[in-house]
């Protein structure tokens, strides 16, 4: 079984060197302009964001390493203050309204609004580190973690690991597609499972991928991923490299716009970017990309698109928020560095 804290290492590690060196992106880019301002409030999210989630209520939920945080538009709370030690890295609203934390050490702690209930590897959780939670169409709940899939079906758990066709046993994202097939990105190559088997996901030059963070179905059924080299579009049987940004997180925003985040290429880990890329454009054998900020190394993680239109963007140092004009960072009102 993976060690979680020492793969956080390795991560760390792999992001402060080289991965391989490349020609730069010939796609067209444009740069935006725009202010950034802080918001002072009396508890925020300061340490690292993964994920950036919202709510049935419009309640921006925030997994960072100290806590999983609500903002309601005014002010954030600590949801899971009563919680000690975990690093928390992502989190979900089940279709009944119910939390899910996912901690990189600790399991998984379920909250129903009145008390918590704790998963680990003693109740038939996988691993204890866990990436990644994702609830299915019908309700199931799976965890990515650092030693396979675990499916929960509010009874029991069934894993899920390279003994049953899973590409790696460390995983980063999941998501299902429109024809239910179920994508799981891993520290190596994306796979996807029908119910019955996994197929592992090769380019067109049959090389695998490396350490695939995201993946999501854009609004036509095409499946866009990040990794290590850049960003991949898969269409039925065919592969596509789109550019050779990286992508830690990928989303659609309601205009069919592609928003990432990321290192800006693989030979530039320093610089991360937050990039856009136009929808009408997506397609192109050069699609137009906007490059709306840049920053240094994990300046940028886990995207979301709020109900107002507005982007949210984890990164190292807490949350960000963009209106379209205005970067805000939210500030502790007593000071924090």
């Known amino acids: 079984m993976k060690n979680p804290v020492k793969l956080f290492a390795l991560f760390l590690l792999a992001v402060f060197h080289t991965s391989c060196v490349q020609n730069q992106t010939n796609s067209p880019k444009d740069h935006i302009k725009a202010e950034t301002k802080d918001s002072i409030t009396s508890q ?24 999983v945080f609500r903002y309601d538009g005014k002010s954030f709370t600590n949801i899971t203050s009563t919680i000690s030690s975990p690093s928390f890295w992502d ?54 973690t650092g030693g396979g899939v675990s499916r929960y079906d509010g009874k029991s758990f069934q894993n ?9 046993n460390d995983l980063t994202t999941i998501m299902e597609d429109k024809t239910g097939k179920l994508w799981f990105g891993t520290r190596g190559e994306p796979c996807f499972y029908d119910g019955k088997t996994f197929t592992v996901l090769k380019n067109k ?23 290590n080299d850049g960003l991949w579009r898969y269409d039925s049987s065919t592969v596509t490299k789109v550019s050779q940004r990286g992508a830690y997180a990928i989303i659609q925003d309601k205009k069919g716009n592609i928003w990432t985040t ?20 997506l397609y ?13 190394i994990m300046a940028f993680l886990g995207i979301l ?5 507005s982007i949210w963007f984890g990164s190292a140092p807490g949350v960000y928020r963009y209106d379209g004009k205005t970067f805000t960072y939210f500030k502790n009102a007593a000071g924090q560095k």
């Open 305 to 309: 698109e709020a109900n107002d239109g």
């Open 44 to 67: 925020v999210p300061y340490s690292m964001v993964r994920n950036v989630k919202q709510d049935r209520n419009g309640n921006i939920l925030i997994a960072s390493y100290k806590g």
């Open 205 to 227: 030059d049959g090389k695998g991928f490396r350490n695939v963070w995201s993946i999501i179905e854009d609004k036509k059924g095409s499946i866009w991923f990040g990794d």
């Open 262 to 281: 990321g290192p800006v290429s693989p030979s530039v880990w320093q610089v991360w970017v937050l990039s856009r890329y136009d929808a009408k454009s």
């Open 91 to 144: 989190v979900l609203e089940d279709r009944k309204g119910n939390l899910w934390f996912a901690t990189r050490d600790s399991g998984v702690y379920y909250y129903n609004g009145k008390s918590f209930q704790h998963f680990t590897t003693r109740e038939g959780l996988a691993n204890n580190g866990v990436t990644c939670i994702y609830e299915d169409k019908a309700g199931i709940i799976w965890f990515g």
């Open 284 to 296: 192109n054998k050069m699609p137009i990309v906007t490059e709306i900020k840049s920053g240094g």
């Open 160 to 168: 899920f690991t390279t003994k049953e066709g899973l590409s790696d």
